[in-house]
């Protein structure tokens, strides 16, 4: 089968640090080229893979420094995505809604898996006008507040077992909170139940343009006055195994419907259990006394750290092997495509206007 991946261009596929949404990508895309398929990937050009890559910005552009607007480079790639829409059997979007006035005349050989939070009211009306593009959800929740659409499935997100490899034993005491410094994602809960229960909590996260208010107003006054807390910063790949595999377990305070949770599988792809409040996807995640616990207040948590500290962590490690592996994910994919209607149809080459179709020139 011949297929197309297009990535987002903040981040680098696989993403050097922060990119779930670009991990992801990367795990499919290389587990369909394993599998024998002709796989293209629009990603920026500093990317990875053992794909056929169509560089679409010379490095990720949350990365460059002389970049300050993402959207002409976004717009640029889906020019070149169109003119290349006959190359390909299906045409896989993981750019949340930018192309779909564009794909019109070939939507019925697309797929758009929606990354991110479903609940704001501005998008209710786009996706009300688009009613037939097909769409893949992250989780069962995250569907909730969206009009009818044409969802085609749910497929949770899966990993590359090799990645993120098991730890029989934690080496350190520590609670871990890996991810991004903001209002939803509770590190200020997180600070809260280590100071409850006397553990050192160990925090590897971003801090955003738009969260620094926070990260200055309530973040950061918690972590200077609590001497159990250590704040690392962003975190590679490599000092995400160690951070997450040695931890005694991840915290995972939300209070926003997350449409997945990345973290939480790789937390428990290294064995480390995760402790989540029961928001979102959570509950589709994590397995309440196998490979963790859901909570719905810190109060709860504080009671069920003991529990989740005594978890086997090879149960917890099994729990991600038959669930989230990114096997597991590429196969419930590959179904979707062969279900598409348009799969079979041979479409009319896309050209731009007044000629060929040429590539991509973006600096």
Not at 33 to 53: E, I, M, P, Q, W
Not at 148 to 172: I, M
Not at 178 to 198: C, F, N, Y
Request: hydrophobic share 40%.
């Amino acid at each position: 089968m011949r297929i197309a991946q297009i990535a987002p261009l903040a981040e680098r596929v696989p993403p050097k640090l922060y990119g779930g949404t670009e991990r992801i990508v990367s795990c499919l895309t290389e587990e369909l080229v394993r599998l024998g398929h002709d796989v293209t990937l629009f990603a920026s050009g500093d990317s990875l893979t053992a794909a056929k890559l169509v560089p679409c910005c010379d490095v990720a552009l949350r990365l460059n420094p002389d970049v300050r607007d993402f959207l002409p480079y976004h717009a640029a790639m889906l020019e070149e995505v169109r003119c290349r829409a006959h190359q390909f059997d299906v045409l896989h979007f993981h750019i949340e809604f930018l192309h779909f006035p564009l794909i019109r005349d070939f939507a019925e050989r697309t797929v758009t898996t929606l990354h991110c939070r479903l609940d704001l009211p501005d998008i209710y009306p786009f996706y009300r006008a688009f009613p037939d593009i097909p769409l893949v959800s992250i989780s069962e929740n995250q569907r909730l507040p969206m009009p009818p659409v044409n969802w085609q499935g749910t497929v949770h997100h899966g990993l590359d077992p090799a990645g993120l490899p098991f730890k029989e034993g934690s080496r350190g005491d520590y609670l871990a909170f890996l991810g991004r410094i903001s209002p939803e994602k509770g590190p200020d809960r997180a600070i809260d139940i280590a100071a409850r229960v006397g553990m050192p909590l160990k925090i590897a996260a971003k801090v955003d343009a738009q969260d620094r208010d926070y990260w200055e107003a309530v973040v950061r006054p918690m972590v200077e006055s609590h001497s159990n807390v250590e704040y690392i910063g962003e975190i590679d790949e490599t000092q995400k195994v160690d951070f997450l595999g040695n931890a005694a377990a991840l915290l995972f305070p939300i209070n926003w419907p997350e449409p997945f949770g990345l973290v939480m599988i790789e937390a428990m792809a290294c064995g480390t259990p995760v402790l989540a409040f029961r928001y979102g996807s959570a509950p589709e995640v994590v397995e309440h006394g196998r490979s963790g616990a859901l909570v719905d207040t810190v109060e709860q948590a504080v009671e069920a750290l003991e529990m989740v500290l005594k978890l086997d962590r090879r149960q917890v490690r099994e729990s991600f092997e038959r669930r989230f592996t990114a096997e597991r994910m590429t196969r419930d994919y590959l179904d979707i495509y062969e279900n598409l209607t348009g799969v079979q149809t041979g479409t009319a080459p896309a050209r731009r206007a007044g000629g060929e179709s040429i590539g991509l020139e973006v600096a």
